[in-house]
Structure formats: C-alpha cells, structure tokens
T-cell receptor, first 113, second 114 residues
C-alpha cells in the first residue's frame, strides 16, 4: 500500500508559467513533508519542507502548500525555468529529527523554452 | 566539505557474488540511510542508522546487511547478489536544524547483477 502518492508521472510546462506538482498521502501520522529534485545520474537534492503545523512555506520561486484535511500537498514553481526540468519527489515522515522518509514515485517535470 | 560520497559509482556483478557499497559523510550528521531506486519507483529505504552503533531495517532489507563503522561511514553489503538487486543505490545523511531537517544524498551507485 503506497502511503505517499504522486499520481502524475509527468508534467509539461512552458517557461515563465507556473508548475504545480501534487502529492497525496494516506498515513495521518505523517507530520513532516519534503520535496526533492533529481537530475539524471545524480542524487536527489533537497528543495523545501513543511511541518504539519503550517499550511504554506515559501523559498524563492518554490512554495509548498499543505492541506491536512485532504491529506494533500503541492509544490508550486513560479516562474518555471528550463533548468527546473527534473524528477520531483515528495516525501513524508512521522516526526522530524531522526525519522525515516517515505517517498512517492516522482513526477517528471519538463519546462520548455 | 564533500558532503555525502559513495563508492563505487558503477558495478557489475555476477549472480552469487558479494560486494560492499561504501558511504561516507563529512557533515558530522548522526543519522545515515541506504535507499534503492528502481525505474518508475520512488526511493525505498533499505536500512538506516539513527546514530553510531545502531542500525535498523527499512522497507526492503532482505538480501542486505549494513555496518555503521563510525559516525562518518555507513556501508551496505550484498552477500550473494541476485538480479533483483539491480538498482541505483543512494546513501543519505540527516541534518537536524531546530524543528526541521533535510536529508543529503550521495551521487549514487549504479549496480547491475547479471
């Protein structure tokens, strides 16, 4: 049973527009969420995180929104750039600190010029 | 500051052979992790070590063993490799900052078992 789901395997967006990547989770114990970006042949790179006590966290072009009642989070990238083309993974954990992460299967984002 | 390093980058094994994947971090992190990533799948946790001297099983531990050699190093061993273990393996360590944390990943080891 997949506890973290990214239902869109891929997303195509034009440069300058908004990219919205979605993630759903089933485990109500999850209280910390992270987004990672991964380029081919490289390890995942941390992008942004959010604790369940918040519903929004912003860092530059990246904003993560959390809707606890819907068990849904989304990553907004504005404006999208060709260099943002990568696979994006959503991950969740129970508690912060020395917890283990459960990852979604990823969404491949392609930003075209 | 190299972050998380992994060796080797690539490896081809025959079924039944053994090997050890090495991981080291120079960030003084307490927790370290081993994941595997297969096509169309997210990262799945194999083993982790919350602190030096402790190790615990993750989601897919069968066929693997680990050793937390010291605070810096966390190795993953395949005693008798099987084709199902063909995958990309990532090591990670945790940075805890207040009530938030990040996992830093190494560049990965691409393993093929024939």
């Amino acid at each position: 049973d997949q506890q973290v789901k990214q239902n869109s395997p891929s997303l195509s967006v034009q440069e300058g527009r908004i990219s919205i990547l979605n993630c759903d989770y089933t485990n109500s114990m999850f209280d910390y969420f992270l987004w990672y970006k991964k380029y081919p042949a490289e390890g995942p790179t941390f992008l942004i995180s959010i604790s369940s006590i918040k519903d929004k966290n912003e860092d530059g072009r990246f904003t993560v929104f959390l809707n606890k009642s819907a068990k849904h989070l989304s990553l907004h990238i504005v404006p999208s750039q060709p260099g943002d083309s990568a696979v994006y993974f959503c991950a969740a954990s129970v508690g912060s600190g020395y917890s283990t992460l459960t990852f979604g299967k990823g969404t491949m984002l392609l930003v075209s010029p | 500051n190299a972050g998380v390093t992994q060796t080797p980058k690539f490896q081809v094994l025959k079924t039944g052979q053994s090997m050890t994947l090495q991981c080291a971090q120079d960030m003084n992190h307490n927790s370290m992790y081993w994941y595997r990533q297969d096509p169309g799948m997210g990262l799945r946790l194999i083993y982790y070590s919350a602190s030096e001297g402790t190790t615990d099983k993750g989601e897919v531990p069968n066929g693997y063993n680990v050793s937390r050699l010291n605070k810096r190093e966390f190795s993953l061993r395949l005693e008798s490799a099987a084709p199902s273990q063909t995958s990309v393996y990532f090591c990670a360590s945790n940075r805890l900052a207040g009530d938030s944390y990040e996992q830093y990943f190494g560049p990965g080891t691409r393993l093929t078992v024939t």
